[in-house]
């Protein structure tokens, strides 16, 4: 802090922290679904809280291009596998547009920049005999293109746990990485840094089979037909999709202007793809002699109406019905509703209409869209429309201001442990207390009498200023309807320094005491207009 023409001002141009957050890189054998907008959402908020308090962020999305079922599903439509591949990156790329997701960069593995990286580091791997050429057979899940050990296909009765499928006994002459010999770095690393591998659960999951001994993995495969990245001077062996993936997280920030990003802050996965990316992938990046990612969080599934989502069943969340969902609610209902009520820890979460509804009635029209309804209503009817000055004291059970020092802090915590949930309930917390405070002090009822004008202006002060830091509070999930109520509340500032400056000062702007009374405070249409299914 310093001081300036007597006024206390913080310092702005402090080096921000970087946050540098990622999705898994999606499959483009089909359309996205409620599972890729899911976790696209989730580091969409985590981005944006982030870039609210001021950070240096980067967040990453792509899809993962050189799976043989790319290649089929191309091959079933008479097209070629690129052509498959475009087709559907761009509509992931439109879908994510469409729904106003704000990452920084979209990586695709059939691009140059990747693919040539790629073979920088496999070069590097072979270099330093990390990767080694050797036979393999084992039992094969075609539909996940994955191995599967012994001992788990004897569990799974020699079928995908996936799709139900056979699995195939496949031999092959591939290349392997060395997993065996960084099995004890990376039990150690997860065991000294407790937030490496997240939830708790799945964490638990890992090292535990950590522990059962790791080893060497083949990286290659023979017989891609040229889709994928061919392994350096060796043209019959393509680089196993997996691993040609895994890497995007790397190639895309490996460059001189994006290098200091790395290591990734944050790497959302599924807890069907844990394993890669908890194990696999830090090893790799151990060999490759890279810093480890500070977390990979593995959420759960979310399930729809009380089923497993699958194609035979017919019951994906799929783009119709996300589209849906945003017409007949708003974009900001549907992230309200993923953030909320999603998979975030380790159960999994069912997408049901219902209730879908009484979320969106309880928690938006009924609690955030009434509150700031009742409090720019009476600032328009008792004072003109413009913001009361803070008159004298009226008693109340608790302070504002320290309940909004509470959230923010709160808040701010709970970011930096991806618990998303509490950090939206303790932004509504302020909400729920100002309603508590109308209930309590009754301004409606006091603005009969003029002369308890001036107590009714504390009041809708307070409630304005509570509102103000909630509403900042709530930016990430609610942006768009946030940004409105910061248009009624004169606080467009807010607005233009995240578009501008790409980033915000949350913990100067949640300062409690900011609104200027006399600023002008307008009502608008309802926030969040109650549903009825009728
Ligand atoms: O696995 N609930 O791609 P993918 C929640 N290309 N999230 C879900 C979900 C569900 N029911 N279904 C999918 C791949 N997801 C690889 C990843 S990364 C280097 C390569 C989300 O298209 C979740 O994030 O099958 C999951 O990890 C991802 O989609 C899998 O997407």
Redesign the pocket.
Known sequence: MGTKSGYTYWIMDKEPRKFYVT????????R?????V???TLADVLARYHRLRGDDVFFLTG??EH?AKVADAAAERGLTALQWADQNAGEFQQTFTRLQLSHDDFIRTSEDRHKQRVVAYIQQLLDSGDVYQGEYEGWYDAGQEEYVPENKAQEYEFKSPVNGKALVRRAENNYFFRLSKYQDALQQHIEANPNFVEPDARRNEVLGRIREGLADVPISRTGAEGWGIAMPNDPDHTIY??ID?????LTTVDTDERIQYWPADVQ??????LW??AVI?PCMLMALGRPLPGRVY???????EGQ??SKSLGNFIDLERIDQYVSDFGLDALRYFLITQ??LGST??DFAHAKYIDVYNADLANTLGNCAARGTNMIVRYFDGKLPERGPSVPASRSHASTADEAVATVLGAIDRVNLTQAVDAALGIVRSIDLYIEQTQPFRLAKDPEQLPQVGTILYNCAEALRIASLLLWPVLPDRMQQLWDRLGCTSYTQALENAGRGDLTRWATWGQLQPGTPVSKGDPLFPRYDES
């Not at 996205?32 to 890729?36: F, K, Q």
């Not at 959302?268 to 793809?273: G, P, Q, Y």
């Open positions: 999705t898994p890189i999606y499959y483009v054998n089909d996205p679904h409620i599972g890729h899911y976790t696209t899809t993962d799976a999709v997996w993936a895994l890497f995007n997280y959302l996965v599924a807890k069907d793809i890669f990316h992938w593995a959420h759960s599934y979310w399930i729809s497993k989502m999603g998979p999994d979460s």
